[in-house]
């Protein structure tokens, strides 16, 4: 079955039908180089097709490197005139006499393939002109592609980094401590993961690239998995909060892993950074991991309107207040009402509340008279290895 064609494709396929139509011939289309792989793309011909959308053909002995080696003309009326052109593949099987490429260059000067045409018979009509409206096709082919083109290069970049960091198990885990802010006794600890420095960037942007190549579920589950090695390594009863998005979450991959897990220690954080589609669903696949003990937070809970309807759809144990509302909170008396609101909908609710992002003594007291039981921030640690949690803070 002929695979459906993109709205770009669409549009270079008109580009091919003008092609084939200008120079008389009986086939075009266009080709993406990857390697010594030609990828014919979009492929037009008057007769039943001889190559489909999306064939491969060899780039090393094909008519179109030939003639960008400078080894044959652009304008080949005739191949039986060329040696070179006749000790190809292409003489043979489809028997093409005619020919025409053209190189398609994108914007930074690469050359993303070839803009081709061909004839079954020799047509010594072809001429340079030719040629130019095959330059002029491929500059306007070009101007088509080269967003696809700029996606598939950032896919290929993304995967080099992270398909390694799958391979190996996931990224590596640190725990933060979360301490109750009135003993400061560690009462947990949050699971976060890590990623080369050479990245430059936040987990968050690592795991939404991963998602973007389709690796992020995998990955995901995988930092999960391992934080998970580390509670179970640990005497510490304490428990372990691990983040996770709503739709990897309710993929069987991470149920069945969870369901492994020691449930009553895990506190899964939900985060408002990806939309719930179906709360319905997502409540059916939480049920028997809480009944088996599995504690929910709602992550950033103050950043965004989509966390309040978490919590209200979701029913968490624990709310765990976004760091741009607890930063400077002993100063500002909106924040301390902002805070107090949402310490009483906890109240309400059942609900534990964790500060997150914690940094000044002052802060922390303040919190603590707001009705904020538990928190974690620099002020308490930074992410560390296991070993080097205290007990209190």
Not at 93 to 100: F, H, L, N, T
Not at 102 to 113: H, K, M, Q, R
Not at 177 to 192: N, T
Not at 201 to 211: I, K, L, N
Request: net charge negative.
């Amino acid at each position: 079955m002929a695979r459906r064609r993109t709205e770009a494709a669409e549009h270079i396929a008109a580009l091919l039908r003008t092609a084939r139509s200008a120079l008389g011939l009986s086939l075009a289309f266009i080709t993406r180089l990857d390697g010594d792989t030609q990828h014919l793309e979009v492929v037009e011909s008057v007769f039943p097709p001889i190559f489909r959308d999306g064939s491969t053909r060899p780039w090393h002995d094909s008519l179109c490197k030939a003639i960008a080696d400078g080894k044959l003309p652009a304008v080949i009326p005739d191949l039986r005139k060329f040696p070179e052109a006749m000790r190809l593949p292409a003489a043979r099987i489809p028997r093409i006499r005619s020919y025409i490429s053209v190189p398609v260059v994108l914007s930074d000067g690469t050359t993303y393939g070839t803009f081709c045409a061909a004839g079954f018979g020799a047509d010594k009509e072809l001429s340079r002109r030719d040629e130019a409206l095959m330059r002029v096709l491929s500059q306007a082919a070009a101007l088509i592609v080269e967003p696809g083109a700029r996606q598939r290069a950032r896919h290929t970049e993304i995967a080099a980094r992270i398909d390694p960091v799958v391979a190996a198990g996931g990224p590596d885990i640190v725990l933060q401590p979360i301490v109750d802010l009135a003993s400061g006794r560690r009462i947990g600890a949050e699971a976060l993961s890590r990623f080369p420095r050479a990245w430059a960037s936040t987990p968050d942007r690592h795991f939404a690239e991963a998602h973007e190549i389709g690796s992020g579920d995998e990955l995901e589950i995988l930092a999960l998995r391992r934080a998970a090695e580390l509670l179970e390594a640990s005497d510490d009863q304490g428990y372990v909060a691990m983040n996770v998005s709503p739709n990897t979450l309710l993929t069987p991959e991470c149920l069945h892993a969870l369901a492994r897990m020691p449930l009553d220690r895990i506190v899964l954080e939900l985060s408002e950074h990806q939309q719930v589609e179906d709360y319905d669903l997502l409540k059916g696949a939480l049920a028997p991991l809480r009944a088996g003990g599995l504690r929910l937070a709602v992550d950033d809970v103050g950043a965004g309107f989509s966390s309040l309807r978490h919590i209200v759809l979701t029913q968490p144990d624990v709310l765990k207040l976004d760091r741009s509302i607890v930063a400077g909170v002993a100063a500002d008396p909106v924040l301390q009402v902002l805070v107090r609101a949402l310490t009483d909908l906890a109240t309400a609710t059942g609900a534990a509340v964790v500060a997150e992002g914690i940094e000044t003594s002052a802060d922390a007291t303040a919190l603590a008279g707001l009705g904020v039981a538990y928190g974690q921030g620099f002020h308490f640690g930074r992410p560390d290895h296991p070993a080097r949690l205290r007990d209190r803070y």
